[in-house]
């Protein structure tokens, strides 16, 4: 079993940066997939960024691209969500999760695929 704890969410205006961390409680045995998914209020789960295990692939959402960018750290064992020129419409709880590169082929874009999730970090961006 693996617990994802996120940190790093906080108050900002909008043009402003925010780093969000993502720490496993131990290391898992076998490799893993890991992103970052986001939730406003009154709306579903949304996609923002993820990465492979060799950090050689990254995915992200159509309106983070350009603005966002997800890393890993294996020494770590965290992943990071580094954002910049937020916007009002960013505001939501995000959350990070990860999956385990077993069996079938997993889409790094949809949440269903991910086995742990982190229990969100509350980013809120004024105008």
């Known amino acids: 079993q693996v617990q994802m704890v996120e940190s790093g969410g906080g108050l900002v205006q909008a043009g402003g940066s925010l780093r969000l961390s993502c720490a496993a409680s131990?290391?898992?045995?076998?490799?893993?997939?890991a992103g970052w998914f986001r939730q406003a209020p009154g709306k579903g789960r949304d996609f923002v960024a993820a990465?492979?295990?060799?950090?050689?692939?990254?995915y992200y959402a159509d309106y983070v691209k350009g603005r966002f960018t997800i890393s890993r750290d294996h020494d770590k064992n965290t992943f990071d969500l580094q954002m910049n020129s937020l916007k009002p419409e960013d505001t939501a709880v995000y959350y990070c999760?990860?999956?385990?590169?077993?069996?079938?082929?997993?889409?790094?874009?949809?949440?269903?695929?991910?086995?742990?999730w982190g229990q969100g970090t509350q980013v809120t961006v004024s105008s």
């Open positions: 999760a990860a999956f385990l590169l077993q069996g079938p082929q997993k889409e790094y874009t949809e949440a269903r695929f991910y086995d742990y």
């Open positions: 990465i492979s295990w060799s950090g050689g692939s990254t």
């Open positions: 131990r290391r898992t045995f076998s490799t893993y997939g």
